[in-house]
C-alpha cells in the first residue's frame, strides 16, 4: 500500500512544465492523505507546497553553469556527490519504510545529478521517472543540434554523437556533456528505475528503444485542470501568445520574426538566454516574465492564438493544452509533440517546423473569423476527454501501487 511519496525535481520554483507537474502532484497527493515530500536542488520552494502542508526542502543551488568557479563546475557537472549525500540523509531522516514509498524523479540531471538515483536505490527504495525530455539518454538533452538549428537524428553516445558538436556553447561544452552523460552510462543510472512514464505518445516514440525493455513503461499525459471554464472569444483578440522558457530549441526567434513580418502582436511569457536575440528580431514584442499559474491563464485566455514554434521535438507542451482547453486556438511546428493535442485547420494550424515563411501564413490565416471557428472546435473537443489533474492523480496512485507491487 502506498503510503508515502517523495517527489525529486531540479528546480523549486514554478519556472517550467516540468517543475508545474511535479509541485502539482506533490500538492494533490498530500490532499489525498499520503505524507507527501518534495525534494529539490534549485531556487526557493514555491509557496502553494508549504501552503498545502508538503514537507519540502530545497537545497538552493544553482545549475552548474552558474557556479562561480571552474573548480565548483567541475565538481558538480558531471556527479553531484554532495547532493547525493544531502538527499541520502534527508531520506533517512524523514523515517520512510521503502515497502510503503514511491521516490518520483521529474527531473535530476541539471543540478542534483545521478548522484541522488543513486542514493535513493541504493536505500531500497522504488523510483519512478517522468521523462519530460530527452536527457537520460541525449548527451545535450534534446535530440537538437544547435549550431544548425536542427532536430539530430544521430544515435545517443555512438561515435558520430562524440564528434558532432551540437551545442549552443562549443566543443568544449559537448566534451563535457558526453563524460556527463558516460557517469551517468557507468553508473548504470538508467537501470535504478522500477518505471518510466512518458509525457506523450509523440515522445515514447522517440524515447522507448534506448529505454531497457524489462522495466515497465506507461503514458501518462500531464495534468492542465479539473475546471471547465467557459469558452473563450479569440476572435475579439490580435496578441498572439508563447509560453515557455526563452531558450533556442524552444524558437522564440522564429516566432518574434514571423510575427513582425506578418504584421501582428506577440507577447512572450517566460525568461531565458534568448530573450534579447528576441527582442532584437521583433522591438515590438511584449515580455511578461515569469508569471503565477491564474495570471498565465488569463493571458492564454486572452490571446487569437497561442503559438508553439519549437524547431526540437518538444515532448508535451502545456501551454497548448491550456489553450485548446479554454478554447483558443493553436499553432504548432509540425515536428513537436504539441501535435497530439490539436487538428489542423479544425482547432489550429500547423506549420513546418523552422520554416519562418510557413509560421508568417500560419499567423495571417488566423483570421477573427478563423480563430472563432477553430476554437469552438478546439473548446468541444478537448472537453470529450479532458487532461484534468483527477485523471492524471488516479493514474499516478495505480502506477504507484503496481511499482510497490513488484
Not at 16 to 37: C, D, N, Q
Not at 223 to 250: C, H, M, N, W
Not at 274 to 297: C, Q, S
Request: neutral net charge.
Amino acid at each position: 500500500m502506498i503510503l508515502n511519496v517523495v517527489t525529486v525535481c531540479d528546480g523549486a520554483g514554478l519556472t517550467g512544465g516540468t517543475e508545474k507537474v511535479a509541485i502539482t502532484s506533490a500538492i494533490e497527493l498530500k490532499k489525498s492523505g499520503i505524507r507527501s515530500i518534495y525534494f529539490a536542488g534549485e531556487g526557493e520552494l514555491h509557496p502553494s507546497l508549504i501552503e498545502a502542508g508538503v514537507e519540502a526542502k530545497s537545497l538552493k543551488l544553482t545549475d552548474a553553469y552558474n557556479t562561480k568557479s571552474k573548480r565548483e563546475l567541475l565538481s558538480r557537472f558531471f556527479w553531484n556527490e554532495s547532493a547525493g549525500d544531502n538527499f541520502a540523509l534527508f531520506l533517512a531522516n524523514s523515517g520512510l519504510d521503502p515497502a510503503t514509498t514511491v521516490i518520483h524523479f521529474h527531473s535530476f540531471r541539471r543540478v542534483l545529478s545521478g548522484a541522488v538515483v543513486n542514493r535513493a536505490a541504493m536505500a531500497g527504495f522504488k523510483l519512478v521517472f517522468t521523462l519530460h525530455d530527452f536527457g537520460l539518454v541525449c548527451p545535450n538533452t534534446s535530440f537538437f543540434n544547435f549550431p544548425h538549428q536542427s532536430i539530430c537524428n544521430l544515435k545517443p553516445m555512438s561515435v558520430a554523437c562524440h564528434l558532432s558538436q551540437c551545442t549552443h556553447s562549443g566543443f568544449p561544452m559537448k566534451v563535457m556533456q558526453m563524460g556527463r552523460a558516460w557517469a551517468l552510462r557507468n553508473a548504470h543510472v538508467i537501470d535504478k528505475f522500477s518505471h518510466f512514464i512518458y509525457v506523450s505518445e509523440f515522445s515514447r516514440g522517440i524515447l522507448e528503444s534506448f529505454i531497457p525493455v524489462t522495466t515497465p513503461q506507461t503514458v501518462l499525459y500531464n495534468p492542465v485542470s479539473d475546471g471547465q471554464e467557459s469558452i473563450a472569444e479569440p476572435d475579439q483578440s490580435d496578441l498572439f501568445t508563447y509560453v515557455g522558457r526563452l531558450s533556442p530549441e524552444k524558437g522564440g526567434v522564429l516566432f518574434a520574426g514571423a510575427a513582425k513580418i506578418a504584421n501582428v502582436k506577440c507577447q512572450f511569457i517566460g525568461t531565458g538566454p534568448e530573450e534579447e536575440k528576441i527582442r532584437n528580431a521583433n522591438p515590438d514584442a511584449v515580455f511578461t516574465g515569469w508569471l503565477e499559474a491564474d495570471e498565465v491563464a488569463s493571458k492564454i485566455r486572452s490571446s487569437r492564438a497561442v503559438v508553439m514554434p519549437s524547431l526540437w521535438a518538444e515532448t508535451a507542451g502545456l501551454s497548448v493544452i491550456e489553450a485548446v482547453s479554454r478554447g483558443i486556438p493553436v499553432i504548432v511546428a509540425d515536428r513537436c509533440a504539441s501535435v497530439e493535442y490539436m487538428k489542423n485547420k479544425r482547432s489550429g494550424l500547423t506549420f513546418y517546423s523552422g520554416d519562418v515563411g510557413s509560421l508568417v501564413k500560419a499567423l495571417g490565416q488566423m483570421t477573427p473569423e478563423k480563430a472563432k471557428e477553430y476554437g469552438i472546435n478546439a473548446y468541444q473537443d478537448y472537453w470529450q476527454s479532458p487532461l484534468t489533474t483527477s485523471k492524471y492523480m488516479n493514474g499516478l496512485y495505480e502506477l504507484y501501487e503496481r511499482v510497490l507491487q513488484g
